[in-house]
């Protein structure tokens, strides 16, 4: 079984301030790890994925996030702030390898950016 | 349009009636999942559908909820007798190949559920 936390249901930044949404992870099996962010009044859209390759993932709109498997953890940061990112922020984990359920994707409770002028 | 669609995107009913709320995927895609979104509580899985194969149901909460869908394409998330807790966002999505880890999910835009 897996599941994520994510640190904050609030985050408020200063436009051109460092963004860093939180997210850490537990799962059986090496997993896959995803950000998805979703706007006001719309679905979720895919940000970033993590599927075993390098362990820095770069994304849209210049998002990142770093796998770090000895804390358990797939943070996003972002390095300057922009008002457009204001959004609900969700990662998620499904587990890896063949068979078995690795099509379900277990999300956090998601964490909402507010970013100040 | 291109997207996933959902319909309807609010719909408001009473206590003990009974809801459908359709999703058509993006043309192609094989995979086709259902999510329930509640207020700070994040997305809930509820069913999976893979092709021809037999749909995953252990999210559902309750045997008031089924899912079918029809010839590959279109699926329809029926509620009945609904409840009060039932009230949510409930979440489309398609996807090309078989799950998350190897392929991006597309979602649609919800259907808002509001039990009185």
């Known amino acids: 079984a897996q599941s994520v936390t994510q640190l904050g249901s609030h985050v408020s930044v200063s436009e051109g301030a460092l963004v860093l949404l939180r997210c850490n992870y537990s799962s059986s099996v090496p997993p896959y790890l995803f950000w998805y962010v979703q706007y006001p009044n719309q679905g979720l859209q895919l940000l970033l994925k993590?599927?075993?390759?390098?362990?820095l993932v770069k994304g849209i709109n210049g998002f990142e996030a770093e796998f770090k498997k000895s804390e358990t953890s797939f943070h996003l940061t972002k390095p300057s702030a922009h008002m457009s990112d204001a959004a609900e922020y969700f990662c998620a984990v499904s587990a890896a390898g063949s068979g078995g359920s690795n099509y379900k994707l277990t999300f956090g409770k998601g964490t909402l950016l507010t970013v100040n002028p | 349009g291109a997207g996933v669609s959902q319909s309807p995107s609010n719909k408001v009913t009473e206590k003990g009636k009974d809801v459908e709320l359709r999703c058509d995927p993006i043309s192609g895609h094989t995979a086709l999942y259902w999510y329930r979104q509640s207020l700070g509580q994040g997305l809930e899985f509820l069913i999976y559908f893979q092709g021809n194969s037999a749909p995953d149901k252990s999210g559902l909460p309750s045997d008031r909820f089924s899912a079918e869908r029809t010839g590959g394409s279109v699926s329809t998330l029926t509620i009945q007798r609904t409840q009060q807790e039932d009230s949510a966002v409930y979440l489309c999505?398609?996807?090309?190949?078989?799950?998350?880890?190897?392929?991006?999910?597309?979602f649609g835009e919800g259907s808002r559920l509001t039990v009185l």
């Open positions: 999505a398609s996807s090309l190949s078989l799950g998350p880890g190897t392929g991006e999910l597309f």
């Open positions: 993590y599927t075993s390759a390098a362990t």
